[in-house]
């Protein structure tokens, strides 16, 4: 099994975004993970649809935006028109998480779900029907440089078993490591959404950083 890894760029310059995503995309990357916080919903304030359209041009492959907004519904249809290939929404973010994957899939844009480690995976069955994309939040969201949740292997393979006979991917959010790669996608993450993994030290290192992530996962996963 291949396995993604999304370089989240919350954990970049934020005054060299675009260069940033440039040198991801010759270092390889599979996407590039954008992640959304209101200051609300989360304790942390990052990027506007604006940014976002702003770095589409600067991001080769696939660009991923996490909304970590609540409410989400009057923001999601600036955010679809600013240039996402995938967009994912919280469980938690309100109490139609129905219509907004809807929504997102009527725009042409891939729908991602995304639960919190408290959130259970009751309600799952129930709306696989309209998830392209898994999130399962392996650290508590809103800042990055977060350890792993001990826990949250357990939680990726039991939502593996319910995501991947319908071909859905489960990607784990938070604490990505070359130590923690293995036991995530041993348990079934098909995409690694890692920050300080990948940006840790300068930007020469950061390609051999992903090739060791991805070598890591994918001695498990194979």
């Known amino acids: 099994m291949a396995v993604t890894i999304a370089p989240s760029i919350l954990a970049a310059d934020f005054a060299a975004l675009g260069s940033a995503c440039r040198a991801l995309g010759e270092a390889g990357v599979d996407w590039v993970h954008v992640d959304?916080?209101?200051?609300?919903f989360v304790p942390n304030?990052?990027?506007?649809?604006?940014?976002?359209?702003?770095?589409r041009p600067h991001?080769?492959?696939?660009?991923?935006?996490?909304?970590?907004?609540?409410?989400?519904?009057?923001?999601?249809?600036?955010?679809?028109?600013?240039?996402?290939?995938?967009?994912?929404?919280?469980?938690?973010?309100?109490?139609?998480?129905?219509?907004?994957?809807?929504?997102?899939r009527a725009a042409g844009v891939r729908a991602g779900l995304a639960i919190n480690p408290g959130t259970?995976?009751?309600?799952?069955?129930?709306?696989?029907?309209?998830v392209d994309l898994l999130c399962v939040m392996t650290v508590n969201p809103g800042f990055g440089g977060q350890s792993l949740i001990p826990s949250a292997a357990a939680k990726i393979r039991a939502a593996a078993a319910l995501c991947r006979p319908r071909g859905i991917p489960v990607m784990a959010d938070g604490g990505v490591s070359a130590e923690t790669a293995r036991s995530l996608a041993a348990a079934g993450a098909e995409v690694l959404v890692a920050g300080s993994a990948v940006f840790a030290g300068p930007q020469e290192r950061w390609g051999a950083n992903i090739a060791s992530l991805r070598r890591a996962a994918e001695d498990v996963a194979a």
């Open 59 to 104: 991001i080769r492959g696939t660009m991923d935006v996490h909304l970590m907004i609540a409410p989400v519904e009057p923001l999601l249809p600036a955010f679809l028109e600013a240039g996402a290939d995938i967009v994912t929404v919280h469980a938690e973010a309100g109490p139609h998480v129905h219509r907004n994957l809807r929504a997102i």
């Open 36 to 40: 959304v916080m209101d200051g609300h």
């Open 45 to 55: 304030l990052t990027f506007g649809p604006p940014m976002v359209r702003a770095l």
């Open 120 to 130: 259970g995976l009751d309600a799952l069955p129930w709306l696989l029907d309209d």
